[in-house]
């Protein structure tokens, strides 16, 4: 029986940068000014620097402790892994779902208000869209048994146990989901959080629980909102996503458009090497091999970002080459067999990011600009509110490595 593991960290850092008034589609002087501070906070990034940083700016008088508690979320049973800083909420039922991610009073995750409180029993046919952030298998599709079918199975739906590992000092919970015997794996993991910093740490493990070997990838899925502030009902038109290309890029233009119109003007890669994809209300998908080990979301109307770290692994094999995969949510581009071109009709103005990555560690800094959501690829293509999704995928369990893992038994 074989266990692979993976580590991420989230690091969210306080910032108050002053931005004049967006104004135009075009990336605005916040998101530009955001991006370089993004790229400024990477360039001199170290965990210990910046979690001494913040303990110097937090109050003296404010005691430094985490807390674990049960917690009405929505009207689900929850679990509230918190500091001064941030908090998590959990719902274990739900597939071990970290629902909602809030830091600086900000919620960073999209929540399907249709959804809200709702445990749908895990089923082969259908797809329940939570929102928040989970586990997901790789590769997906109906192909053969080497496929993961998805929708809201075991691995999706099922109902994890929880534990307290730790409070006070410092907070870590344990979730460990139920064996799918559908695919031999069973999925695990913890969250850790400090008292006195907005750091999170991630660790995700896969187990063959098959008896034979079995050969998948695993991936952290997150959905971000990226509804406008002021109407949820309608898009943010300041929403971005951005990574580095790959300067010996495996795709042609540096990325790979794998859904949608192959000329999307809401794509591009920027005079500095930086891979940027803008929300718009249209469904795609882009591929990016980017091996610098990071990516950011930025909002430039709100300004709160979201910045992620990874390991790119040189030497493990990335199926179709992406260490990196932007999803947008809305309408689809269809043509037809005679020719003729449709637009489906699209759900509520909501964008949903995918990424996803294979590394060993991963960490992710929020500066004051807000940040985007995350999900996984796959056939489905249902409708979501205003949300973005995120991705990552990893040879070791939480974000790292190669996509697809030889498990022996």
């Known amino acids: 029986m074989t266990k692979r593991s993976r580590k991420r960290n989230y690091l969210l850092l306080l910032g108050e940068p002053r931005f004049p008034q967006c104004r135009a589609a075009s990336q605005s002087p916040q998101v530009a000014r955001t991006v370089f501070l993004v790229a400024a906070l990477l360039a001199t990034f170290n965990p210990a620097r910046v979690m001494a940083q913040t303990r110097a700016q937090a109050k003296p008088t404010v005691n430094a402790e985490c807390r674990v508690e049960s917690v009405d979320y929505k009207g689900w049973q929850a679990q509230q892994v918190s500091n001064r800083w941030v908090q998590l909420v959990i719902v274990p039922q739900n597939g071990g779902r970290l629902m909602q991610v809030s830091f600086h009073g900000h919620a960073y995750l999209f929540v399907n208000p249709k959804l809200a409180g709702k445990y749908m029993p895990p089923a082969q046919d259908v797809w329940f869209n939570y929102g928040g952030d989970k586990l997901w298998l790789l590769p997906e599709g109906n192909e053969d048994e080497q496929h993961w079918r998805g929708n809201s199975d075991l691995l999706d739906d099922g109902p994890f146990t929880f534990r307290k590992l730790s409070e006070g000092e ?55 909102d990226t509804g406008d502030g002021a ?38 890669v920027r005079d500095d090497g930086l891979f940027s994809v803008h929300y718009v209300h249209l469904a795609a998908e882009f591929w990016v091999d980017s091996n610098d080990g990071w990516l950011a979301v930025v909002d430039g109307s709100s ?7 990874f390991q790119y692994q040189e030497q493990r094999s990335y199926p179709g080459k992406a260490s ?26 909501r964008l949903l990011f995918t990424w996803k990555r294979r590394s060993i560690a991963r960490c992710a800094a929020c500066v004051r600009g807000r940040p985007a959501n995350w999900k996984p690829i796959g056939s489905r293509r249902e409708p979501r509110a ?7 995928l990893g040879s070791s369990p939480v974000l790292c490595g190669a996509r697809f893992w030889r498990m022996a038994k």
């Open 303 to 309: 300004r709160y970002a979201m910045v992620e770290r």
């Open 170 to 224: 410092g907070c870590g919970i344990e979730l460990i989901g139920p064996p799918d015997p559908h695919t031999g794996i069973q999925f695990s993991r913890t969250i850790r959080l400090n008292p006195d910093s907005p750091h999170i740490a991630f660790h995700a493990s896969m187990k063959n629980v098959s008896g034979h070997t079995v050969e998948w990838s695993m991936q952290s899925v997150s959905q971000y």
């Open 231 to 268: 109407n949820p009902s309608r898009g943010n038109r300041e929403f971005w996503g951005f990574t580095p290309t790959n300067r010996s890029s495996g795709y042609l233009n540096r990325y790979h458009v794998r859904y949608g119109p192959a000329e999307n003007p809401a794509a591009s």
């Open 324 to 349: 990196v995969i932007f999803w947008t949510n809305g309408p689809e581009l269809r043509l037809a067999d005679d020719g003729v071109a449709s637009v489906s009709d699209g759900p509520e103005a």
């Open 386 to 392: 205003n949300s973005m999704e995120l991705l990552t």
